[in-house]
């Protein structure tokens, strides 16, 4: 079984900065495409940014600019380096990622339990 297991949320002030990691433990083959996604309240989960296990990485416009995206493949862990940070950032942010347990089945989705961040003006 694989786990997505996220840490570095909190409170911030806006214009400041936080670094989220997820780290990606359990008995499989590699880890593909890792997300970061965000859901603020009322509001539906949206993708903020994501990361090829080659390095390619794509970001929401809401966020370019002020968010970058990372991994380590070597320890499976993603990364997202938040700046400029404002009030309409704050949400629950969840990681994601499709991940190979087997040479014989297809990846699957994997979702963390989600790190909420609050940015108060």
């Known amino acids: 079984q694989v786990q997505l297991v996220e840490s570095g949320g909190g409170l911030v002030q806006a214009g400041g900065s936080l670094r989220l990691s997820c780290s990606a433990s359990g008995s499989f083959l590699n880890v593909n495409v890792m997300r970061w996604y965000r859901q603020a309240p009322g509001k539906q989960r949206e993708l903020a940014a994501a990361i090829t296990s080659d390095g390619r990485a794509d970001y929401a416009n809401s966020v370019t600019g002020r968010f970058i995206i990372s991994r380590d493949n070597a320890n499976n862990t993603v990364y997202l380096q938040m700046t400029g940070l404002k009030p309409e950032d704050t949400a629950v942010y969840y990681c994601?990622?499709?991940?190979?347990?087997?040479?014989?089945?297809?990846?699957?989705?994997?979702w963390g339990q989600g790190t909420l961040v609050t940015v108060s003006s």
């Open positions: 994601n990622a499709n991940v190979k347990s087997r040479r014989w089945l297809p990846a699957i989705e994997v």
